[in-house]
């Protein structure tokens, strides 16, 4: 049974992502950052999601034992009007320690000066895997979609309630998580790392 570290102290993403290898029949056991000792603190200075999510697994995997992995991810949401941002800034669009309402209430407004058929946008998200000898593997997605300068629904979190994405007039906020969970930036980066395993593990 392999052993992959996230680079994170999340429970839920431990778990998440554990019922998603489960499904998978993948011979996988999830972690946090707290079985190898934490995770260590990391200053996010990379430009590029992949940049970023590499910081963080490199900082991890310098305690992995032989065999064992570690996985970091990166995202955010790119607004075509805005020029790609607030991309890799997205959690901390209003300001560092923003609050998800504070960061969605800024891009609200910025929008609101957007016309409609400007307002496409895209959720990206970037995997980063590392081995104990420090080979990395990159697996990257995006969802395409548009924005909407108001929030509906109360799924989900962050922009989700004002992102619709391609071939639906429900936002992220609206839609089923069983939906959101196939067709999402991070849903679609983690099957792409899901195909990998499969075939290298």
């Given amino acids: 049974m392999n052993t992959i570290y996230l680079a994170t102290n999340n429970a839920h993403k431990v778990e998440e992502l554990s019922a998603m290898f489960e499904r998978e029949h993948l011979p996988v056991t999830v972690k946090s950052a707290a079985g190898i000792g934490g995770m260590p603190e990391v200053d996010e200075t990379e430009s590029t999601f992949v940049g970023n999510a590499?910081?963080?697994v490199m900082a991890l995997a310098t305690r992995?034992?032989?065999g064992e992995y570690a996985l970091a991810?990166?995202?955010g949401i790119e607004v075509d009007a805005l020029d790609g941002a607030?991309?890799?800034y997205s959690a901390r669009f209003a300001g560092e320690g923003a609050t998800d309402g504070a960061n969605l209430a800024k891009l609200l407004n910025l929008i609101?000066?957007?016309s409609e058929?400007?307002?496409g946008?895209?959720?990206a998200c970037s995997l980063v895997l590392v081995n104990s000898k420090g080979e990395q593997f990159v697996f990257s997605d995006i969802c395409r979609g548009r924005l909407i300068p108001e929030s509906r629904g109360e799924n989900g979190f962050g922009y989700d309630p004002a992102f619709i994405p391609e071939g639906y007039e429900s936002t992220f906020g609206e839609l089923d998580w069983s939906v959101k969970s196939r067709i999402?930036?991070?849903?679609k980066a983690l099957q792409n790392l899901i195909a990998w395993l499969k075939e290298n593990l």
């Fill in 64 to 66: 992995l034992g032989e």
């Fill in 117 to 119: 058929d400007n307002c």
């Fill in 184 to 187: 999402s930036h991070r849903a």
């Fill in 54 to 56: 590499t910081l963080k």
């Fill in 86 to 88: 607030p991309g890799i």
């Fill in 121 to 123: 946008a895209q959720f």
């Fill in 112 to 114: 609101s000066q957007v």
């Fill in 73 to 75: 991810d990166d995202s």
